[in-house]
């Protein structure tokens, strides 16, 4: 028997928001659209419930190129071309030529699939439009072939954002919504206590503290998040940096060791060396 | 079931909509949620709030709505006019004063008063100590102070000490011009596409193919051409500080939808108006500045540009040498205007302050003239407009065609 809701995994902790808005769209088959700060762990959901719940993943990455037609299925009719002129005998069948996007691959799958549509708002801004119907029906029309092909069984499709282009109303309707929030200080320490389990406690704290502090910093461009958390824990665990680094008066003053992990422009490192400089002016 | 709920969320400006609130009820009737308040409270949020920017709303009317308390405003009749309350100054208050101001008591009697106030009052009001208006000391009003003040009407805290917001939605003249999101932005400023092939080829040419196929003797050869792409220049040049502070937001907006929205796109900040320097990065302008000069130097006539600005200052600052708040300039902001709008010929200036103040103001009656009436205001027809006029002088031949068309011979 297969689990049939989504509560977190041993790798992945979610909210209890998070995880309603997962059943929702998992009971109710409704595509699930994830907004949240880069590195929240958006596109990493959809693994987790595939993982979960125990289906097949199906990942579409969004491009600036990429068109909503390309998800469906896409007329090779160059190959068609070539092959008339070689006197092959497929190129009488047209469906030979059709090659399946990734929705059609998920629609035909034997169990209910999971599908992730990856950063839908990297494309152009008619994109979301053009997808309408597919994802109300979950069905569309191969015009090439007359064929009209039906999902198996209705894929849970996870969608994520990053904001960058607003997405229409009219999709909006069709979808759930959940914005994953930037996780307080309690999840924080349970979301690296799953991913380093063997941390020393008093170093995880002096990490959370330096971290939440950065964070702070009024005008940072990128503010950093869960994950350059992660990497940034990993490289102190790794560099054996001991907690007394992070703490004291001194660890307020300057920068963080190895903060090229959290900190990912220049202008960002100078607004922070710029505080830090004026902070120990005022000491 | 819940209709009331829904209606109320409309009512209180979340944008819900019925098949939204079928597909609530239909995750009710799978037994979704169990039946704990706040799972309920998730539920309805996942289903019926497609934007972040929208939970607060949905935060507020869900809590009014299921304390099961009356709506504390529903007792007043009176309809309060927005033009009442539009900040026409700030009155800045000594600390002295401040001092001075007396909280009237508990929320009840300062909402109790309020409704007498509101039946009392029959006119417009500013200043003063009791009436309902803008930037005075009653404890009513926008713009003003009081530490136990009551908002109507103003988004967003001056002094943050209101205790509670009342924001009533027949003041919407002011939300509507918030509603024009990032979206319609782009929607307005996508007319301003022209598209021409550059770049890598990547796009198969059908008619060169079918033709080079053809020279070739039936053999396929294919042919590709460089995908269309977006090929207007846009050059936004914008006013911070000051005046502006109050149209920060609709301004990023532009700004943002802008950038995405065109290949080569450059912008560049002035204050209050466009003297012999711009600046590109806000927090370095005093150091890191461009002359305008160079500015014309570099980009050529084919950039349009759009100006963003209130225009609202003293005229001495477009007209005379020196005029400028910030810095000495040598020459005037109005020899600087001419200058770039005689480089660029395809030009706009959008003006987020509302038209019908536009001509109370000098300088705005003045940055009008100078910029050939292609004033607009900062709404989606403005946009719409400024687009249609940036694309039109794109288009037409040069001005000099029209009007001048030599008399037919006799």
Redesign the interface.
Known sequence: MKPTRFSGTERYIAT??LA??V???V??A?PL?I?GEPGTGKTQLAEEIAATLQRPLHEWHIKSTSKAQQGLYEYDA?SR??DS?LGEGRVHDIANYIVKGKLWEAFQSDVQPVLLIDEIDKAD?EFPNDLLRELDRMEFYVYETRELVKAKHRPIIVITSNN??????AF????????IRFPDGETMRRIVDVHYPGLKRELLAEALAAFFRLREVP?LRKKPSTSELLDWVKLLVAEDIPPEALRGDDAKKTLPPLYGALLKNEQDMHLVEQVMFLSRRAR | MLVRFFLDLRAGGVPVTLPEFLSLLEALDARVASLSAEDFYHLARVCLVKDERHYDRFDRVFAEHFKGAEKLFEAFGVSVPDEWLRALAERVLTEEEKARVKALGGWDKLMETLRQRLAEQQERHEGGSKWIGTGGTSPFGAFGYNPEGVRIGQPGSRHRRAVKVWERREFANFDDTLELGTRNFKMGLRRLRRFAREGAAEELDLDGTISATARNAGYLDLKLVPERRNAVKVLLLLDVGGSMDDHVRVCDELFSAARTEFRHFEHFYFHNFPYESLWKDNRRRQTERIATDQLIRTYGPDYRVIFVGDATMSPYEITMAGGSVEHWNAEAGVVWLQRLTAHFRHFVWLNPEPVERWDHTPSIALTRELVEERMYPLTLAGLDRATAELRRRGTAAPPAVAGTNPLPPP
């Open positions: 209890p928001e309603m808005a059943n929702a769209a009971t109710l409704r659209l907004k160059v071309l070539r002129q801004i960058e282009k607003e997405l229409p109303d909006l309707r069709r979808c759930f919504f959940h914005y005008g």
